[in-house]
Each structure stands twice: as C-alpha cells, then as structure tokens.
C-alpha cells in the first residue's frame, strides 16, 4: 500500500495514498531502493479518471508505477 502524502511522481497532483497492488520488482539498495508495483483490481477500478488520460496521454503504463521502497508499505 502506499503510504498516506506520496503523490505520482510524473503527475504530483495525483495522490497515490492508500492505492494497493503487487511489488513486482524492485531495484537499487537502500536507501534509493525503489518498486516497481502492479496496481491490483481494487485501485484499477477506483483510480481516477484523469490519472488515465494523464498515463495514456504520456504513452505510461496507469496499470502498474515506479516509487520508492520507502513510499510504500507491506499489507497483510
């Protein structure tokens, strides 16, 4: 989960706080590790719109996103 004030960072008027999803890979080391997470079903269908045109207008993927290991947060 990412944790609450972390925005996108191609998009920093589009909070990410609390959006939920899958680390599929990570790289680097601490502490400039960073994730790349696949966005899960939940946060597919309640992102908002405009983070999808944004994505798609800028040939990104709105599916999955790159942060740092630190914006986020294991769930369990």
Do not use: H
Request: aromatic content about 8%.
């Amino acid at each position: 989960r990412v944790k609450g004030g972390v925005n996108s960072p191609e998009f920093p008027e589009i909070s990410l706080a609390g959006w939920t999803g899958s680390v599929v890979e990570t790289s680097g080391k601490p502490p400039s590790q960073s994730v790349i997470i696949e966005w899960d079903a939940t946060t597919l269908e309640t992102m908002p719109k405009e983070y999808v045109e944004k994505c798609e207008s800028e040939n990104l993927f709105y599916s999955m996103a790159s942060l740092k290991a630190d914006d986020v947060e294991a769930v369990i």
